[in-house]
């Protein structure tokens, strides 16, 4: 299917302020996208060149990961500048162009705000480690050492070692959640809320249509800095930080999470109200992560959506994981509104965290398209790609450095993005790139999956089209899901239709049972088992049926 044959949808927010709900995102990680330079790093003048194979996907909006000015210890989620765009990405202009670019094709534009800490070579931060007294003193969350010279608490950085870190000027420690080089923000300060709202409109101005938020939950923390307590053995998983770090052994009650954020996230969102941005802030909490995410989009001055970890665990999810993370859903944000991810920049690859098989992954796309929530990809999802091995030597990553080797970091899922699979890098770049392209990659390439009608990519293309031609799958509303073994049943409905929609998540053939009702087959062209529902119907390991009643 070739993008110009697409309908053309028109980007107008404030003629459609829904048009975040039920939508579709692309992520695109801007060092590994297309290199347009020959500097082996991905910039924006590449990523506007390949505008169309991301318009080709029938995706609403693109995600774009930070491209701001930025030491890059963490890959510019580590901003020096925030109203820049980083000299290895481009300017300023090429992002103007990018964005006119994208709304041509009638694709809105999220950029990536990390504004829960900056690099330590902002310009704020280091005013404010100069000394107790200088405009910016109070704009970071310093704090004096214990009696014994050890760091306030016990807080710890996802990113290794204590949250703390010393600083010789102030003679103080200073708070990072992440690396050193990535101090917090202090949040209870007003003037430093009101300089990142101003960041917020310098983006909306340039016409953004909406942002990601970064780390949303690790905006505020507790004024009174006290320990988190330790959490209890079986309440340990690693949803957002690896099962090797001590970081999951702790409830993290006081770093985090605090409830003066609501105010803030307010306040944000009645900047965006006037453009008709939309927001999907990241919620990173392994123990009361959906919580959270109820409390941020509960009613319609908070945050428009929340990303949720949930399905970027490690374990495949069973039917019955569905189940309880939707009953959970229902339960504590009813009101509320998720955006689902399989994959990202920050996680293994799912085709290889869930060692799926090109079955289970077109299964695995379809649900994502038929259950409530709007849903991020991550560039090269939509090719199928497994996670790339990246050798030690070869790392980039901090993290998977100081992990090493049971926790590999995060390039082997930020490795360049396969075009081409006869050119030398893929037709990523004329030079050699940041991080190796994958051999594994090349062979499924954008160029060769264009070939061939049953790939990957022709899959997702039509797997977004179904969402977008059937508003029910869109913005419906969902009944409670049923998990029997391997089996997940939920309905859809709008308008008066409803959609039934039956997976088999497990490795045993499942029978549906025979409903009652005119009900038509659909989604033959993406491999929906077409048969007669009022009958029994049985499907193999990674089958599904979606059926159709419609109004009346
Ligand atoms: C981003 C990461 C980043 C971290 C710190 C995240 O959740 O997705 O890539 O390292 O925030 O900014
Ligand atoms: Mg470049």
Redesign the pocket.
Known sequence: MNFKTQPVRTVDNRAQPDWWRGAVIYQVYPRSYQDSNGDGIGDLKGIAQRLPHIASLGVDAIWI?PFFKSPMK??G??VSDYCDVDLMFGTLADFDDLLDKAHKLGMRVMV?L?L??TSDQHPWFQESCQDHKNAKSDWYVWAEPKPDGTPPNNWLS??GGSAWHWDGRREQYYLH???TS?PDLNFHNEEVQNALLDVAKFWLKRGVDGFRL??INFYFHDQKLRDNPPLPVKRRNAT?APRVNPYNHQDHQYDKNQPENLAFLRSLRSVMEPYGAAAVG?V?DAQYGLEILGQYTAGDDLMHMCYAFEFLANAKPTASDVETVMDRVDEVAADGWSCWAFS???TVRHPSRWNLSDEGLKMMTVLMMCWRGSACIYQGEELGLPEAEVAFEELQDP?GIEFWPKFKG?DGCRTPMPWETQSEFSGFGENKPWLPVSPKHMEMAVDRQEEDPDAILHHYRRAIRFRHENPALRSGTQSPMKADGGLLIFTREHEGETYFCAFNLGDDVATVAAQTGSWQSIGADLGSVQDDLTNPVTLNPWQFLIAMKPKG
């Open positions: 990961s963490d890959f989620y580590d990536d990390v829960s800490h996802i990113f959640n992440f690396l990535q970064d780390t957002i990241e990173g990202n920049h920050d993290y995060r």
